[in-house]
């Protein structure tokens, strides 16, 4: 018997342990996700790209992007109350919080997914880590369609819809965009901005452990998101789960290792500059 349990008891802290760098793999990405949602350039209901406000780039996967004007903003002085417009833009009452977890996803970023990606990275060629991100992407398509159509944008819905149907045929599962051929862009839908055009307002800042920063709204958005995913009810179990979100967040921390390097080295405070990017960011996907 006593063997048995200790048999028993070291199988526990070794899945144990395996849960917590799962984990660490697949959700502390959460500096170079922003950093790419805040330089991912805006695109309108009817499908057309905005032209960018800063200085052109390309990245990983030969997309332009846009290195964000925000990146050299300062953070305002306490001792000068802001105005009721920036109050509302950037409502941040648990800085204190937010910036020790922001500092905790940093360094869980800096010394467990990025040497990760680093190794995935020469392991898994680009052209395939691309492949990888776009079946992903393919899969989905759910959530951003059916808040297009919560949001009333019916244009944008179809889109969804034939980008679907064009990639699972003729992009064979989803992995080629082909329907990039016709000039059929996705839509950036999501449940926080349908919230947003219902009229919720967007709550305080917030930075968490493991995810993205995110708005009160927009966390409450990412849950309902969430369950719109084909994926937790093709993975019913919490490992498989666990296991495709890791995946998909290391091919996507590889496919961006440049952007967020980059973004570091040219900020001054970036606890600010991702926050208010981010911010501003959500803004303009809003009022689209």
């Given at each position: ?8 008891s070291?199988?526990?802290t ?13 959700g502390?990405?959460?500096?170079a996700?922003?950093?790419?949602i ?5 695109i309108?209901?009817?499908g ?10 390309v990245?990983?996967d ?8 925000v ?8 001792e ?5 417009e920036?109050?509302?833009?950037e ?11 922001f ?5 869980l970023?800096r ?6 990606a680093k ?11 691309v492949?990888?991100s776009?079946g992903?992407?393919?899969i989905r398509?759910?959530k ?14 179809g ?6 149907l ?11 965009d082909?329907?990039?051929y016709?000039e059929?862009?996705k ?6 901005q349908?919230l ?5 307002g ?11 920063p995110l708005?009160?709204r927009d966390?409450i958005?990412?849950?309902?998101d969430g ?15 666990v296991?495709?979100s890791?995946?998909?967040?290391l091919?996507?921390r590889s496919?961006?290792l440049?952007?967020?390097?980059g973004f ?14 981010y911010l501003r960011?959500?803004?303009q996907?809003i009022?689209?």
């Amino acid at each position: 018997m006593p063997r048995v349990a200790v048999v028993n008891s070291r199988g526990r802290t070794t899945l144990l342990t395996l849960a917590i760098l799962v984990l660490l793999l697949g959700g502390c990405g959460t500096l170079a996700r922003a950093t790419r949602i805040i330089d991912e350039p805006a695109i309108p209901a009817d499908g057309s790209r905005l032209p960018p406000d800063g200085q052109e780039s390309v990245g990983a996967d030969g997309a332009e992007r846009t290195t964000p004007v925000v990146a050299q903003a300062q953070r305002p002085s306490r001792e000068t109350p802001p105005n009721s417009e920036e109050l509302d833009e950037e409502y941040d009452p648990w800085e204190p919080f937010n910036e020790r977890m922001f500092e905790l996803n940093r360094r869980l970023d800096r010394y467990f997914l990025k040497p990760a990606a680093k190794v995935y990275n020469k392991i898994m060629p680009e052209p395939f880590q691309v492949l990888i991100s776009n079946g992903f992407d393919n899969i989905r398509f759910v959530k951003r369609a059916a808040n297009s159509l919560l949001q009333g944008k019916w244009s944008g819905a179809g889109r969804e819809v034939a980008r679907f149907l064009i990639n699972s045929t003729l992009g064979i599962g989803g992995l080629f965009d082909a329907a990039k051929y016709w000039e059929i862009e996705k839509s950036r839908e999501d449940f926080g901005q349908t919230l947003a055009v219902w009229g919720s307002g967007p709550g305080p800042y917030l930075v968490l452990p493991f995810l993205e920063p995110l708005t009160v709204r927009d966390g409450i958005g990412k849950a309902v998101d969430g369950a719109m995913d084909p994926l937790s009810y093709v993975l019913p179990f919490l490992w498989a789960g666990v296991g495709m979100s890791a995946g998909d967040t290391l091919n996507d921390r590889s496919l961006n290792l440049d952007l967020f390097q980059g973004f570091e080295e040219s900020v001054i405070d970036l606890y600010s500059a991702v926050r208010n990017g981010y911010l501003r960011r959500r803004e303009q996907v809003i009022k689209e």
